[in-house]
């Protein structure tokens, strides 16, 4: 993992190639940071919206690697996961019908980030991030 973060706090980054396995590998990294982070009761929204965002940069972008990070803000008291992809296309939160297959992942991460999240046109492709909010005084900040 790499140590970077887009958010003015600490993170971590890591590359992710595009196969179907990389939902799973970005579930277990931000599990890892949460852990290191003491943040053990945001791990599974944390895990929900990773996944999410991921599946979307796989099934949306039509080339090259996804890259992941998640960061932590100590004066928000949130975390931050982004996802990066080649693609410019930008997500669309949108109401999928009861019985749709999909339509529902950006729902869930507009309701796990308290609609605390948007997309960030780059110069080639785009960031997607959400904010989870994590709570005064729970976890590790420094």
Not at 101 to 120: K, N, Q, Y
């Amino acid at each position: 993992m790499a140590e970077v973060c887009e958010f003015e706090g600490h993170g971590y980054a890591e590359e992710l190639a595009r196969r179907p396995e990389s939902a799973g590998d970005a579930r277990r990294f931000v599990s890892t940071a949460l852990r290191v982070w003491r943040m053990d009761h945001v791990i599974e929204d944390a895990r929900l919206v990773a996944t999410e965002l991921v599946t979307n940069a796989l099934r949306h972008a039509e080339e090259g690697p996804v890259r992941v990070s998640i960061c932590r803000k100590a004066a928000r008291r949130r975390v931050r996961i982004a996802v990066v992809d080649q693609s410019d296309t930008v997500p669309l939160l949108r109401a999928a019908g009861r019985d749709a297959e999909a339509g529902h992942g950006l729902l869930m991460v507009h309701e796990l980030s308290g609609g605390c999240w948007a997309t960030d046109l780059l110069a080639v492709g785009k960031r997607v991030r959400a904010d989870i909010y994590v709570g005064d005084g729970r976890g590790e900040w420094t």
